[in-house]
Structures are given as structure tokens and as C-alpha cells.
């Protein structure tokens, strides 16, 4: 462990109270002008009573992207939550606690079945969705937007994909969400939940192939080398719980956003099709889905003059990233036209890039052209109720009304 340390004045990022309602930005802009590179304390939790040993804060944009690219140096085989975990937990997480070489091997097989033709093939699915979701909306006037739309549409697509029966759907998104909240004991044991599901159906599929991705996997090898049923199992619920709670976040706090910027909203229904390409780059920036992952240091390294020792934990913070003003001009104004927009909201770039970022672009383009212009006039009713997550940018409520017709 590291003997330069000192308690930063921002000491507070492990503490919940401070990710209670949306008011973060503050306390990151101030540690990106003076402490990129901070010590952070680990209080005592439920899964750690005695509290942890601590973790560098990494909060700018181009430290985060160093440590994301150099996995040699910062590595993931111990785990991405900040929480030391056991083995036989942090690895229940598959491709996102790995390193080279198990990594690479999983990433080449699961990549050969998340193709753009795939997802191309997938757009008229996408759309009908979108349309049905819509539909109800009209004819209740007023609604939850996360229950009706981000709880239902990403979840209904992935799990398609996947070859879930649409009757246990439900029952994988309630999964989903106690896999991200808090207490940890809880969504370990949802995690495995999902897990034996995946598992079972991979044995199903292996039986009984169909043409879903589940199916797929099954099937792919490189070099000779398949993936085992529990490894299957393991990826379906990773993908599961990115693929509904990403896309989600990202929609959930889009509309949140346009409403805030009524003149960003305007100029993208101006020319919707135009405009999408930034603007839903510029709703992953704005929504940064996953608010941090961790790395450990597997060699003695520094970074910004900051000695770092092998063992140490470093805690890349996105969504500071994200609002960067050294990279990104008026960060905290959206800007549906913002190019470049090198935000790093699916990772920072290197060998854990996620996989399914396409997807998630291609659903948010599809439901936000049909929900905007059915609804061009949309409002917020109530205000929205943010979750207390440090992990996971997490929005519990976005009530809404269809607002006046054209």
C-alpha cells in the first residue's frame, strides 16, 4: 500500500449521504482543478464492518482514459466495485473482472455474435416496441416514464435477444435492479439468481438450439474453445443487467435533459434524423449510466505525479470525466449538436469497451424519434426522484405527461 497519502479536503465520495439527490457536479469540478488524483477513506459498511483500506479517486477525463488503456497496469481481476470482494463473488461478474488472457478469449467469442448486421436486423423489432409503448402513453395522458419506458423497452429487447421467455421478464428486471442497489448481500444473491437462470437456459439451447443469441453462443468457439454453460450463464446476466439499466439511464435522463433545454429539444426535432448521431452520443455524456468502475494497480506505477503502489485500488470516476471542461466546451449545458463528443460513457476506451454500445445507441435513437414526435410537447409533472447510488446513475421516478398536441 501507498505510504504518500493524505486525506483530501473532497473525502466524501465513499460516503452515502453524499450521492443522495443529483447535486455531485460541484465537489468534481473543484477536484478536477486541484485533485485529479485524490485518497479517498473507505467508512464501514454491512459488507465491510470495519471499513476498507481506501482507493485513489481518478476524476478527469484524460486520467481516466490512461488507466482504462493500460490494463497491464491497471488491471480488473480483482474486482470493479470499490468493496474488496472474495473470489468466488467478484468473479461472478465474467468478461468485467477479467484480464488478458481469460478476456480476451471471452470477449473474441461473444464479439462474433454482437455484429452491426445483427443489430441491423433487429431495427424493425426496435421500432414496433417503441410504437406500442407510445400507444399506451396516449391513451393514459399521464405516466411514469422509467415504468413504462425504462423498466419495459430496453429489458424487452435484450431479453428477446437472449431468448427469454417474455412471461420472465419481470421477474429479470426486479433481478436487475436489486443487482445494482444496495445492500450488497442482496444483489449478490440476485446476481446469482440470474446467473443459474442463464446457465439453465444455455443447457436448454444446447439441446435445443434456436436462432437467439444465447443460441449463438452456444455454438461460437475461436480456436477450438466454447464457453462453458456457468460461462454463458455468467454473461447472460451481465448483459442483461448493462443492457436494461445503460439504455434505461441513458433515456431516463435524455428526457429529463430535453426538458431542461427546451431549445435543444426543438433543434433536434427540427431534423431529427440529422441531429441523432450527436445528440444520443450527447445523451450517454449527459446520463454517464455507470458513475464509476474500479482497477487495482498491478505494479508499482504513478499517475499526475502521484505515486501509486501495486495492490492499490483506483477508482475511475465517468461521469466527472464526462463533464471535463478541459475536453468538453459549456460540459454542463447539453448541446444535442456537441462534435467531437469523445465521452466516456461505455468505458474508457482498451479491451473493456462495451460490447453492447451499439445496441444501446440504436434502441435510444429509435424510441426517442417516436417518443418526441409523438409527443413533442412532453412535460415533467412532479419532480424526478434520483436514487442514491454511487455506482450507477439511477433515476427512481420521471413523472410525465404527453403535453399539449401539435
Not at 433536434?268 to 450517454?284: G, N, T
Amino acid at each position: 500500500m501507498s505510504d504518500l497519502r493524505s486525506t483530501d479536503p473532497a473525502d466524501v465520495l465513499n460516503r452515502p449521504e453524499f450521492w443522495e439527490g443529483n447535486r455531485q457536479d460541484q465537489v468534481f469540478r473543484k477536484m478536477r482543478q486541484s485533485s485529479p488524483v485524490s485518497w479517498q477513506s473507505e467508512p464501514a459498511t454491512e459488507w465491510e464492518p470495519k471499513g476498507g483500506p481506501g482507493f485513489w479517486s481518478v476524476v478527469t477525463h484524460e486520467l481516466v482514459t490512461e488507466v482504462s488503456r493500460n490494463p497491464e497496469i491497471f488491471g480488473s481481476r480483482y474486482g470493479t466495485e470499490i468493496i474488496d470482494q472474495a473470489p468466488e463473488i467478484y468473479q461472478l461478474a465474467g468478461m468485467l473482472n477479467m484480464d488478458a488472457p481469460e478476456h480476451t478469449r471471452l470477449r473474441a467469442i461473444v464479439s462474433r455474435v454482437f455484429t452491426p448486421r445483427r443489430i441491423n436486423a433487429m431495427m424493425h423489432d426496435i421500432q414496433q416496441r417503441a410504437q406500442k409503448i407510445i400507444d399506451k402513453m396516449t391513451a393514459m395522458g399521464e405516466f411514469d416514464f422509467v415504468t413504462e419506458v425504462a423498466d419495459t423497452f430496453p429489458a424487452g429487447i435484450v431479453a428477446e435477444v437472449m431468448g427469454v421467455a417474455p412471461s420472465d421478464v419481470p421477474a429479470l428486471v426486479e433481478l436487475t435492479k436489486q443487482i445494482l442497489s444496495p445492500p450488497p448481500e442482496l444483489a449478490h444473491r440476485a446476481n446469482l439468481e440470474m446467473i443459474e437462470y442463464g446457465t439453465d437456459l444455455a443447457l436448454k439451447r444446447a439441446a435445443q438450439p434456436t436462432d437467439d443469441l444465447l443460441s449463438l453462443l452456444v455454438k461460437a468457439e475461436v480456436e477450438g474453445q466454447k464457453l462453458s454453460p456457468r460461462e454463458i450463464g455468467v454473461f447472460f446476466a451481465l448483459l442483461l443487467t448493462a443492457g436494461i439499466e445503460t439504455t434505461g439511464t441513458a433515456l431516463n435522463h435524455g428526457v429529463v435533459a430535453l426538458h431542461q433545454f427546451p431549445d435543444q429539444r426543438a433543434k433536434w426535432l427540427s431534423d431529427y434524423d440529422k441531429l441523432a448521431p450527436a445528440a444520443i452520443e450527447e445523451m450517454f455524456r449527459w446520463a454517464s449510466p455507470v458513475r464509476r468502475f474500479r482497477r487495482t494497480a498491478l505494479v508499482d506505477t504513478e499517475l499526475a505525479g502521484t505515486p501509486i503502489t501495486a495492490g492499490d485500488k483506483v477508482v475511475m470516476w465517468y461521469m466527472s470525466a464526462n463533464r471535463d471542461e478541459t475536453v468538453f466546451d459549456n460540459p454542463h449545458v447539453l448541446d444535442v449538436t456537441r462534435s467531437p463528443n469523445p465521452h466516456l460513457a461505455f468505458g474508457g476506451g482498451g479491451h473493456h469497451f462495451c460490447l453492447g454500445a451499439n445496441l444501446a445507441r440504436a434502441e435510444a435513437t429509435v424510441f426517442l424519434r417516436t417518443f418526441l414526435h409523438a409527443f413533442p410537447h412532453y412535460e415533467l409533472t412532479a419532480d424526478v426522484d434520483y436514487a442514491t447510488n454511487d455506482a450507477f446513475n439511477v433515476v427512481a421516478s420521471v413523472p410525465c405527461s404527453t403535453g399539449r398536441t401539435r
